[in-house]
């Protein structure tokens, strides 16, 4: 720290340069001299190229736009001055409205330099200050109490909890969350980010750096979860989505990478292999490493307390028949599992009507995914329904793949090991709403 309160900062390096990275704004890492601070400012694309070329040691007008480009002639006139600028100094930091709704910090910088004997400031913003700072390897002198805000440290003292109407402890996880993002460290990154998702002041952006940050860290299956609750809440709060390109890139990334290994995966293992009965899901468990989708072109569903009457917890799937007419709720294990000695699906599933008088609900329950799957049609009173579907029985549906759908008792072994089951309402020609809540998932 410099005597007037000043951290005196470098540029580390830039991140989230180049086409492949094109939906995050690019972030240059700030670091003092003994790489115990790390600082991300956000700038834009355009600019970011500019640093790296300007790093790179090209002149400004080589650069794209760089004859015309006002900021670029800027750039230019500042590399001309009659005396040496002394220093940049960051002096201020602030949250702005970036791309798809999410928010990002940008900054002000200030130039001091000397002509005509005098000292003399030029304020900047960092459109123009960060390249010029590059190509000059001026140093950056941040005020202590800005690094100290927004700087993650290259070793943190372990995460607090803390209340969620708490502002201090909501911009302690911004910090920590988006400075461990930046900085690769993603086991950091996904413990603040984690609790931040659920901050209604914090809308969704933060759910996207959250699934990414699972992904980076191999945790696929919670990165899902995410970007689906993400699209869920959006739908749900705002009636449209905006980060669905974001999300679907993400999406693709990951099936790419896992999507031809999935099949071989099921073949080959890992799997679990139980002897019946087993409970799959009771909802008792926040942090259950099962999952459930639900389609998120209708409303998303959420653990609640079990309705009527019943201790403990339940998975709530709304349904709009006029606006939806497949609501579904899709189980994925955390493991393909083979059940021995198991001689059905069993699941309780309580029925709340908004429209007195509509007509009994009718629930396909479908049992595995990848390796082909057996539904059964199900009919559902109002309240609780305790639903038993003996493996023998004639009601169950073989629906294979590219194969015509036959009337067949299950047979557990052509579509094992079991990866997820589907509880899906029809609600053709329906125009009735209301929501149901799946419970005590089973094999008997």
Not at 223 to 231: D, G, M, P, S
Not at 318 to 331: G, H
């Amino acid at each position: 720290m410099t005597g007037n309160g000043l951290v005196e900062m470098r540029i580390l390096a830039i991140k989230g340069v180049g086409d492949q990275d094109r939906e995050r704004w690019p972030a240059v890492i700030l670091t003092d001299a003994q790489e115990s601070l790390f600082l991300p400012v956000y700038v834009s694309w355009k600019v970011s190229d500019r640093i790296a070329a300007a790093l790179a040691g090209k002149e400004a007008d080589s650069r794209p736009g760089g004859g015309s480009d006002p900021a670029a002639l800027l750039f230019k006139a500042l590399a001309h001055l009659s005396a040496e600028p002394d220093h940049l100094v960051l002096t201020s930091c602030w949250w702005a409205k970036g791309p798809a709704g999410s928010m990002h910090r940008h900054s002000a910088f200030v130039v001091k330099y000397r002509q005509d004997g005098d000292l003399r400031e030029m304020p900047l913003e960092a459109e123009d200050a960060m390249p010029f700072a590059a190509s000059r390897r001026l140093p950056i002198r941040v005020p202590a109490e800005v690094a100290e805000k927004w700087s993650i440290k290259a070793k943190e003292a372990p995460l607090e909890r803390g209340n969620r109407d708490d502002a201090a402890w909501e911009h302690e996880l911004m910090r920590r969350g988006i400075g461990a993002w930046e900085m690769d460290r993603w086991d950091e990154a996904c413990e603040a980010l984690e609790p931040l998702s659920y901050m209604p002041s914090q809308g969704t952006d933060h759910m996207l750096l959250l699934g990414n940050a699972e992904w980076k860290r191999g945790r696929w299956r919670q990165a899902l979860v995410v970007w689906h609750r993400a699209i869920g809440e959006e739908l749900a709060r705002f009636g449209s989505v905006t980060l669905i390109g974001p999300i679907g890139r993400e999406i693709d990334r990951v099936h790419c990478r896992y999507g031809d290994l999935w099949e071989m995966r099921l073949a080959t293992g890992p799997f679990v292999s139980e002897k019946a009965p087993v409970m799959l899901e009771d909802f008792e468990d926040p942090g259950s490493s099962n999952m459930v989708l639900t389609e998120f072109h209708g409303l998303p569903g959420h653990r609640v307390p079990a309705p009527g009457g019943r201790p403990g917890w339940a998975f709530e799937l709304p349904y709009r028949f006029d606006t939806n007419e497949w609501p579904m709720a899709i189980l994925v294990l955390d493991t393909p599992r083979n059940w021995s000695e198991a001689r059905g699906l069993a699941f309780d599933v309580h029925v709340a009507p908004a429209d007195p008088g509509a007509e009994p609900l009718q629930l396909n329950a479908y049992l595995g995914r990848m390796r082909g799957r057996y539904y059964h049609e199900v009919t559902l009173k109002t309240g609780w329904n305790e639903v038993h579907l003996p493996f023998g029985s004639s009601g169950w549906h073989r629906n294979f793949r590219e194969e015509k759908e036959i009337v067949e008792p299950v047979n557990l072994g052509a579509i094992s090991p079991v990866d997820a089951m589907t509880f899906m309402l029809r609600g053709q020609a329906r125009k009735d709403r209301g929501a149901i809540h799946l419970d005590n998932i089973r094999i008997d």
